[in-house]
């Protein structure tokens, strides 16, 4: 499906990174903002991308976002080795991921080009790695996002391992939206300190726990469309393939509700039933995402890894 970009359209930037599958020799094109990317050009929602790959392997990206009709900016493709990370897959088919190599992320700066396409743009999401991160903090320190100025800006913090409570505190300087996917107890300290910052800050951070529900930190005022604290429960599934793209799933669906709708609890719904259905791939998209060649190929490594 063709996805028409402007630059007054959402952006998505972040690291494309090459998935490793260690003993599979399987080497797929991924990273969070590469699935989002996905999940949006599915539901034919406009956008633009903004990320880096090396010119090592360009290929491994540039076929994929062509055959989506995924539109990036025309500085993707840079000198030196694209991000990369190792995934091993378990024997109860979940993947572990190990060893990322952060490549061309690790000095990237948007060019003046890409500045205006995000100081354009309706909203800007993020995927928080470190090059990310860095980058969100120059642009935020340049004045084109945050304070009331540029896009609405949203970010993922995965599932918090770059983060502490205080440096989520300073991130969300910069940010309206945050989502973690916490892979812990619910009455964390952890999750007390996030939901302080969202008060403090006047923010709206997301916190998934899986199948054990999803926690809603509202410190906006309620004029502003405040909800308050309200924790969503989630209807267990039975997991077929694995867990590792729900988190993306679930932030795209979300994001998609909300810039149509604006309701928060209409876009939690919207993320729980797209993260429900991510359960069903081995992989962070369903196979047939990375084009009909590619299927034989995957099933080949998982049945030879299956002997």
Known sequence: MAVRAAPTEPVLLGALSLDIYVGRGLVLPGGGILNMAWHWAHVGKPFRLISRVGDDQPAVFTEFLAHHGIMATLEL???????????????????????????????????PAEEAVVAAAPSVHLVL??????????????????????????????????YTVERLAQTMQAVDIGFVGW??????????????????????????????????FDGRPASAGGIGDVAV??????????????????????????????????????????????????????????????????????????L
């Open 183 to 216: 892979p812990g107890a619910a009455d964390d300290d952890t999750v007390t300190g996030i939901r302080d910052v969202a008060h403090k800050l006047r923010r709206l951070i997301v916190v998934t726990l899986g199948s054990r529900g999803v926690l809603v």
């Open 129 to 162: 790695v470190e090059g990310a991160i860095r980058e969100l903090s120059r642009l935020h320190a340049a004045g084109v996002v945050g304070a009331g100025a540029g896009p609405e800006v949203t970010a993922d913090f995965l599932g918090f391992r770059h």
């Open 233 to 306: 429960p989630v209807v267990p599934v039975d997991v077929v393939g694995t867990t590792v793209g729900c988190g993306d799933a679930f932030v795209a669906a979300f994001l998609a509700s909300w810039h149509a709708r604006r309701d928060v609890l209409s876009a939690v719904e919207a993320g729980k039933a797209a993260g429900a259905a991510a359960t069903a791939w081995r992989r962070p998209l369903p196979d047939s995402a990375y084009g009909p060649e590619a299927v034989a190929a995957l099933q080949r490594a998982d049945e030879a890894a299956a």
């Open 77 to 111: 493709v840079g000198r030196g080795a694209s991000a990369s990370i190792d995934i091993v897959i378990q024997h109860d088919l979940q993947p572990r991921m190990d060893n990322f190599v952060e490549g061309v992320w690790a000095d990237f700066a948007s060019t």
